[in-house]
Each structure stands twice: as structure tokens, then as C-alpha cells.
């Protein structure tokens, strides 16, 4: 075959510095070591500060590098894992995993989660909110849709519904679980959780779980895309964060 024309596109002069600092991060740095500043280390590659800035902030984005106001930008500290819906383990209970909830209400879920619920277009269900915190860093922010018909009677709103709603989905017999992830922007109500500018990428981890009469819940859970991977295995799916 001949070459194609993506083959011939030279490859970027920050991508290949973003590939030679990274060389140079396992070789000569620290994890918490500060880096020189950008002026050094820009003489230091014989490149210009604009293409240092654009793979800095690429490694940032890997989760190579931290950049904290007041510090200057530091080498990020080795990943650690934080298990996803591993078999074995309620999803639901309430505290597991270092899910901290933070109460619930009714709602009406988005028209996509109103397909996997298979509940009418408006119909109102119950949404629950818990943020994930794994070595004093939030990694994950989560909303869980509860059809109606699972949720208890009289239930209030807030941190007691959300425990009402928590108790019984552990108490439902699940069968299946069907997942998909995909990459996307946090929005301003999870970027503050997540402790992220707007827009920063982040995966999406949607995820049904259905009993024997149906869709039983949905969980949207959003995970920070500079410091996750998702390994998948037989015995359910990790995120590494760090």
C-alpha cells in the first residue's frame, strides 16, 4: 500500500516534547519535585515557551504533572486504584468504596436516562447524588435515577431519603449490569466537586442494573479523565487515579 497522507504529516514539535519530557520526569525528577521554570526549561529543550506551555499542559492532562497556584508545577504522584462495580460488592451500599452521599430528590432525568429506566418521556424520578473520595481526593461524582416504583413510600427528601432510597436498592435482588464509558467535559456542578476547571475532560461511566422486573437504577458517574483509566477484567472494571 502507499503512504497516506496522515503518514506524511510531520508529528508536532510539542507532541515530541511532550514525549521527551516525560523521558526526563522517570529519569531525573521526584514525585512533589517542583520543575524549573518555564524560561529554564524552554532554553534547556531550545523551544519556544508557547510550545513548552502546550506539553505541559498535555502531561497535565495525562495526570504526569500538577500545576497548583502558588506552588509552580510539580510531578504527580503514582496512581492508585479505586475499584469500579467489581463483582461481589453492593454498589449501593451506602459509605462502600468511599461513596459519601449527599441526599436526593425528585427529578426528571435526562431524556437518555429516561430510555435505559424505560420510564415516559417526563415522568419524574428519584435522583440521588454521591461524590467518591479515595485518599482525601474526590475522583468521582455520581447520580443514581430511581424509577419510582423502587423507591420507598413516604420517602422525604434529602440525606434521609437518599439513606431510605440506598437501603432498598441493597435490598433488590439485581441480575445484570450493562456499562458503557466514553469521554466528555465537566460541567460547572461536578467541576466543583471534582475540584476541576469547567470543561476539564472527564470520563462517563453510565451503568443499568436491572432485576427481575426491569431497569431497577441507572448511575451516571463522572470521573477525572487526568488522573483515571478503566482497566476492565472478569471480575468487573478499575479505575486507577492518582
Not at 2 to 22: A, M, N, R
Not at 44 to 67: P, S
Not at 75 to 88: D, H, M, S, W
Not at 137 to 155: F, G, S
Request: hydrophobic content about 40%; aromatic content about 4%.
Amino acid at each position: 500500500m502507499g503512504t497516506t497522507q496522515l503518514e506524511t504529516v510531520p508529528e508536532p514539535k510539542y507532541w515530541h516534547l511532550k514525549t521527551v519530557l516525560s523521558d526526563a520526569l522517570d529519569s531525573e525528577f521526584a514525585v512533589g519535585e517542583i520543575l524549573p521554570n518555564e524560561r529554564e526549561l524552554a532554553a534547556r529543550f531550545g523551544v519556544a515557551r508557547a510550545t513548552l506551555r502546550q506539553a505541559l499542559e498535555q502531561l497535565e492532562l495525562e495526570g504526569r504533572l500538577q500545576r497548583r497556584r502558588g506552588v509552580g508545577t510539580t510531578v504527580a504522584p503514582p496512581r492508585f486504584g479505586v475499584g469500579i462495580g467489581p463483582a461481589g460488592e453492593g454498589p449501593f451500599a451506602d459509605a462502600e468504596g468511599g461513596w459519601q452521599t449527599e441526599g436526593g430528590g425528585e427529578t426528571v432525568p435526562p431524556a437518555a436516562v429516561a430510555r435505559l429506566l424505560e420510564t415516559p418521556a417526563g415522568a419524574r424520578v428519584f435522583a440521588l447524588r454521591r461524590t467518591r473520595v479515595t485518599h482525601g481526593q474526590p475522583v468521582a461524582t455520581e447520580l443514581l435515577y430511581v424509577p419510582e416504583q423502587a423507591v420507598p413510600e413516604e420517602t422525604p427528601e434529602g440525606d434521609e431519603a437518599a439513606r431510605r432510597v440506598l437501603a432498598a436498592l441493597g435490598r433488590l435482588g439485581l441480575e445484570s449490569q450493562e456499562r458503557s464509558v466514553e469521554l466528555g467535559s465537566v460541567r460547572a456542578e461536578d467541576a466543583r466537586r471534582l475540584d476541576r476547571l469547567p470543561g476539564a475532560p472527564v470520563l462517563v461511566v453510565t451503568t443499568r442494573y436491572a432485576a427481575q422486573d426491569g431497569p431497577a437504577v441507572v448511575a451516571v458517574s463522572t470521573y477525572r479523565a487526568d488522573t483515571c483509566r478503566l482497566t476492565f477484567a472478569d471480575s468487573g472494571a478499575e479505575a486507577l487515579a492518582g
